[in-house]
């Protein structure tokens, strides 16, 4: 079954980024497909000079460089071109409401043109998977078991279940952890982007930046020279975690967090 003819055109795009932040981070590259309600198709690839330097986390994700977008035009230089491409069109992509419409949005506004989402339909395929490819219990004991669940939310059965799912998984991959700590460390693993387990802090140029209150987006090295009482106030007011804590407190002890190699990889 193919989609019924539009009523409109609908533009999806996809979008590489200096980073995962909106007030951060730049474009450095779009694609996008335009398709008519005629079926007439176009198709679009551009990259932008940021005017930042590209965190090596981010480089580490989609591969480009600095280097790569010399001469490219920033992206307030193709900003009305791109405002036309999107005009009147409804939006796809995958998981674009989370960071792609967001960071489109902004790139907009700082180069003088108002993008919103009003009046436009939305179509998602990552929701579309989401949704029609369940990953509950019930799919998990008929993936790994090759058996229905019966009696589904009830404790007993739900319990009995995921132990047998568990001991399916350690046959089914070879290269699962077979004792406790490995398998808590493979269930629990940090995010590589995050300092701490919380994601207070972020990796940014292998330096910690705070990612949450007043100093959000400034290193913990520019804090700590420019605003210890913040850090004391983290420190003695309650409510962070032991190792958010830790950081503070080293960090006024002139030591700041360092990327392990094995972080440094990802």
């Given at each position: 079954?193919?989609?019924?003819?539009?009523?409109?055109?609908?533009?999806?795009?996809?979008?590489?980024?200096?980073?995962?932040?909106?007030?951060?981070?730049?474009?450095?590259?779009?694609?996008?497909?335009?398709?008519?309600?005629?079926?007439?198709?176009?198709?679009?690839?551009?990259?932008?000079?940021?005017?930042?330097?590209?965190?090596?986390?981010?480089?580490?994700?989609?591969?480009?460089?600095?280097?790569d977008?010399?001469?490219?035009?920033?992206?307030?230089?193709?900003?009305?071109?791109?405002?036309?491409?999107?005009a009147?069109?409804?939006?796809?992509?995958?998981?674009?409401?989370?960071?792609?419409?967001?960071?489109?949005?902004k790139?907009?506004?700082?180069?003088?043109?108002?993008?919103?989402?009003?009046?436009?339909?939305?179509v998602?395929?990552?929701?579309?998977?989401?949704?029609?490819?369940?990953?509950?219990?019930?799919?998990?004991?008929?993936?790994?078991?090759?058996?229905?669940?019966?009696?589904?939310?009830?404790?007993?059965?739900?319990?009995?279940?995921?132990?047998?799912?568990f001991?399916?998984?350690?046959?089914?991959?070879?290269?699962?952890?077979k004792?406790?700590?490995?398998?808590?460390?493979?269930?629990?693993?940090?995010?590589?982007?995050?300092?701490?387990?919380?994601?207070?802090?972020?990796?940014?140029?292998?330096?910690?930046?705070?990612?949450?209150?007043?100093?959000?987006?400034?290193?913990?090295?520019?804090?700590?020279?420019?605003?210890?009482?913040?850090?004391?106030?983290?420190?003695?007011?309650?409510?962070?975690?032991?190792?958010?804590?830790?950081?503070?407190?080293?960090?006024?002890r002139?030591?700041?967090?360092?990327?392990?190699?094995?972080d440094?990889k990802?």
């Amino acid at each position: 079954m193919s989609l019924e003819k539009l009523k409109r055109p609908v533009v999806f795009f996809d979008l590489e980024t200096t980073g995962l932040s909106v007030e951060l981070d730049r474009i450095i590259e779009i694609a996008l497909l335009k398709i008519f309600p005629d079926e007439k198709t176009v198709r679009l690839t551009q990259r932008f000079d940021p005017g930042i330097k590209i965190p090596v986390e981010s480089v580490e994700i989609h591969g480009i460089r600095n280097s790569d977008l010399i001469g490219q035009p920033h992206f307030y230089d193709k900003a009305g071109e791109l405002f036309e491409l999107f005009a009147d069109c409804d939006l796809g992509g995958y998981a674009i409401r989370r960071m792609d419409i967001p960071m489109l949005a902004k790139e907009f506004d700082r180069a003088g043109y108002h993008f919103t989402i009003e009046g436009r339909r939305i179509v998602d395929p990552g929701n579309i998977f989401r949704q029609k490819e369940k990953r509950d219990l019930s799919a998990a004991y008929r993936f790994y078991c090759q058996k229905e669940l019966v009696g589904a939310h009830s404790a007993q059965a739900d319990i009995e279940a995921t132990y047998e799912v568990f001991l399916a998984q350690l046959k089914h991959y070879e290269d699962l952890p077979k004792n406790m700590e490995g398998l808590h460390k493979f269930c629990y693993s940090p995010d590589p982007g995050q300092v701490d387990p919380e994601g207070r802090f972020i990796w940014r140029d292998a330096q910690a930046f705070f990612n949450f209150g007043k100093h959000r987006y400034k290193s913990l090295a520019e804090v700590i020279r420019k605003d210890t009482d913040y850090l004391d106030w983290i420190i003695n007011k309650g409510g962070f975690s032991a190792e958010v804590v830790e950081i503070c407190q080293q960090a006024k002890r002139g030591i700041l967090p360092k990327k392990s190699a094995k972080d440094e990889k990802l």
